[in-house]
DNA sequence: AGCTAACATGAGTGGAAACTCAGGTTCTCA
DNA sequence: TGAGAACCTGAGTTTCCACTCATGTTAGCT
């Protein structure tokens, strides 16, 4: 690949990074292309399609939020690790519209199934450690915790939450998370 | 108004109604004069623009919602109401795409302003009247419920939930909704 | 029955967005 | 440094959809 190309796809995703975050993905490829101050011709040469645009993206996306995940579980307080990353997802999808169709998806196509098989890997083992630690109920499989996770991201997005609604709203979900507790 | 075009603005409504339920509101004009076995002409003359059209329907919507929310107020255990209407809610969510969006807007947009505010209003009763029979925390707000709604509806819709995630998702929010108990 | 205002029809218009390609430009390697 | 492969450009093509309007049809009143 010659270095003015590499240097031009570089610059495609970052303003398909930028345009998608703040339109979602219907964000025009015109959009794209002038963020990057380069042709559309040149957009459609690196991503031959709109859709692989997105994926490349998400790909992405998904590997970062991996990694948070398995940071997470590496301290000392799992559950409250599991929080924070339900938390830091939900304020990331207020600012980012890519992060909540990414995850809206995830669950039924399949655009990178590896990508979203490792991201839910890594919240498994958050979870897994949070019950371990007694901080999680040990009824509550994966899928529910992704159920929650998404739908929190979804409203959060599409009733574009305050930080004070999303903070008592997250109190709801999460001390349904929790083992019984006297008051 | 002349019987014969009465009678084809029912037929608009409701195959308005079947395709918008389909596909959301992405669902074009054309598919709902098909549906009605109308030429499009016909459909605005109705309803000058796809978005009164859209907000026929969901001010149709919100006062059948209103009503079941304010039946289920009047029964006797209004904190299993609640969850009832909640969960209906959630179903429906499954099948219409239209309640989605819907309710995704009822917050931030202002399409039909009067409707979901009687919407509001009784989800506020049935709310208080839940918090007054102890079965829903005193802390939780009017907001933090519809928070949670959207939310639910949003989730189950772009994550397509089974009943058994679905049950298992619900049970995890009105968890966090009911006071703290002793296991 | 006959008249007319109300209504229905559907080809047409305009615009938006994904994608293409012929022709011009630039990197890179020998 | 010069050839040529790789790359860039942007006007054009195609598709889809909301919306319009000239023309034809009918309900309903007298």
Redesign the interface.
């Known amino acids: 690949m010659r270095a003015d190309a590499r240097r031009n796809r570089a610059r495609i995703l970052a303003a398909a990074e930028k345009v998608f975050a703040e339109q979602g993905s219907s964000g025009s490829t015109e959009q794209v292309a002038a963020e990057a101050e380069v042709a559309i011709g040149t957009v459609f040469r690196h991503f031959p399609t709109k859709q692989a645009l997105l994926q490349a993206i998400m790909k992405d996306l998904l590997a970062r939020l991996a990694d948070q995940a398995s940071e997470l579980a590496a301290q000392e307080d799992p559950a409250a690790g599991l929080f924070t990353f339900f938390a830091s997802l939900v304020s990331q999808a207020a600012a980012k519209r890519t992060v909540v169709e990414l995850l ?5 196509d399949v655009p990178i199934p590896d990508s979203v098989q490792t991201l839910r890997h890594s919240i498994e083992t958050l979870l897994v450690q949070a019950q371990k630690a007694g901080g999680v109920r040990h009824d ?2 994966l ?2 915790v ?3 996770l ?3 991201c ?3 997005v ?4 305050d930080l004070d ?1 999303q903070d ?2 997250l ?7 929790r ?5």
Chains 1, 2 share one sequence.
């Open positions: 809206a998806h995830a669950g039924i509550v499989r899928d529910t992704i159920a929650l998404i739908s929190a979804q409203g959060a599409h009733a574009g939450w609604l008592r709203t109190a709801v979900i999460f001390d349904g998370l083992p019984a507790r006297c008051s």
